[in-house]
């Protein structure tokens, strides 16, 4: 008899367990946002309510209305903007926003407490910083006392370097839109729980039982190169870079033409970020990832200079870091006196870009330019033992003592 009861008190308590953490699954999923009202632990005049999600550990909730987890709890906001008490994981457990929970080792960097910026006039209005952390990492350390033993601190940034706020567009990191109450107002953005939480999302939008944390991929650099198509610089190719404009040079031909051919190829986008562009490109261009341009060129009376350049952004974390490259075409009139002097290499030497005969006079260098083309450049034959003179104009033996 007293088993039977036992095992009927047993069968009760599994039913009820699983159906809190039943409900704690399935129940409706609002996103976090901040209220007047409802603050069942703290008693605070404003807390946080809803739930975020993390792609790795599930649904973690801020306030215990939302969830029969059996305890009470929330995150209250004071009024300085000032963090404070507990969300709840289903998989890691309790996460504490109180900043003396930072300080136990394994520490997190800086220690800042969560805080967010509440004052209206500043130009960080709404941004979200600090750290929250997951209390069962506190105090597993490897032997040196500060490391965490299992690779994990238990630490997550509200925003960072790579998830900037405050960030209205809900891809950069935690960020407030506070009302004029500071009720109701909605929490976007992502913070870090490291290699086992990852990306954590608060999303104004996101409602669901499966979460909505979605995939950016990183996009790849955009591969942008020109030259030349006449001249003695001619199909040599220039590669654009990140933030430095670089120069295609050439002259026009007798009669004035002259024409550059500038290519580009880009991989995955950040998000839907579209392949921006400036400059003087022709009217009614749509560049696709990958494609070319040829640059034309008439009636060159004058130096004649062209911009072409591309916007475009990188991943970073969950923000968007814009890129932008440029090649300037730029364009001399024909002149047969322009460079009177033909490109010819001293004795010994071995040309780097194989201009010999074209307009330009010999530079000598220890080894070939790679970042920029160098008209006329040779360099010494070493595999003959011979070196540049100190003139930088002939190849004498190494063995020559120079006077």
């Known amino acids: 008899m007293k088993k039977t009861v036992l095992y009927l008190v047993a069968l009760v308590v ?57 305890s009470a709890y929330d995150v209250a906001v004071d009024d300085s903007g000032n963090l404070s008490g507990y969300a709840w994981s289903g998989n890691v457990g309790w996460i504490s926003f109180n900043p003396s929970d930072l300080n136990v080792q394994p520490t997190c960097f800086n220690n800042i407490p969560a805080h967010i910026d509440m004052s209206s006039s500043s130009q960080t209005y709404g941004q979200v910083t600090g750290w929250a952390r997951v209390v069962s990492e506190e105090g597993r350390v490897d032997s040196s006392g500060t490391n965490s033993s299992d690779g994990w601190d238990g630490c997550m940034e509200l925003s960072g370097i790579n998830h900037s706020s405050p960030d209205a567009t809900g891809n950069g990191g935690v960020t407030y839109t506070v009302n004029s109450d500071n009720t109701n107002s909605a929490i976007s953005g992502y913070a870090w729980g490291g290699n086992v939480m990852g990306w954590v999302q608060f999303m ?26 006449v001249g003695p610089l001619k199909d040599i190719p220039v590669t654009a870079i990140v933030g430095t404009p670089q120069k295609i040079n050439m002259m026009a031909q007798s009669d004035g033409t002259a024409s550059a051919n500038i290519s580009w190829s880009w ?4 998000a839907s970020t ?7 490109w022709p009217t009614g261009f749509n560049p696709t990832n990958n494609g070319s341009y040829t ?109």
Request: glycine share 8%; with cysteine.
């Open 14 to 70: 599994l039913v009820v367990v699983l159906g809190m953490a039943v409900s704690f699954v399935q129940s409706p999923k609002i996103p976090v946002h901040a209220q007047s009202v409802s603050c069942p632990y703290s008693g605070a005049s404003v807390c946080l309510d809803g739930w975020a999600w993390s792609g790795t550990t599930g649904w973690i909730s801020f306030n215990s209305s939302d969830a029969n987890t059996g």
């Open 204 to 229: 104004a939008s996101c409602a669901g039982s499966t979460g909505c944390v979605t995939t950016i991929n990183n996009s790849t650099e955009l591969d942008m190169q020109g030259s030349a198509n």
């Open 267 to 270: 991989g995955t986008a950040f």
């Open 274 to 280: 579209t392949l921006s562009f400036n400059g003087d």
């Open 295 to 403: 640059a034309q060129f008439t009636n060159v009376t004058a130096t004649v200079t062209k911009s072409f350049a591309f916007t475009y952004n990188v991943a970073s974390g969950r923000s968007s870091i814009p890129h932008t490259k440029e090649l300037d075409v730029v364009v001399t009139p024909y002149s047969v006196t322009q460079n009177p002097v033909l490109c010819t290499l001293p004795a010994h030497a071995i040309s780097c870009n194989g201009d010999v005969g074209q307009p330009g006079s010999p530079t000598g260098a220890t080894t070939c330019s790679t970042n920029s083309i160098v008209t006329c450049q040779f360099k010494c034959d070493l595999t003959k033992g011979y070196k540049l003179n100190s003139s930088k104009t002939a190849c004498i033996r190494s063995s020559i003592i120079e006077i």
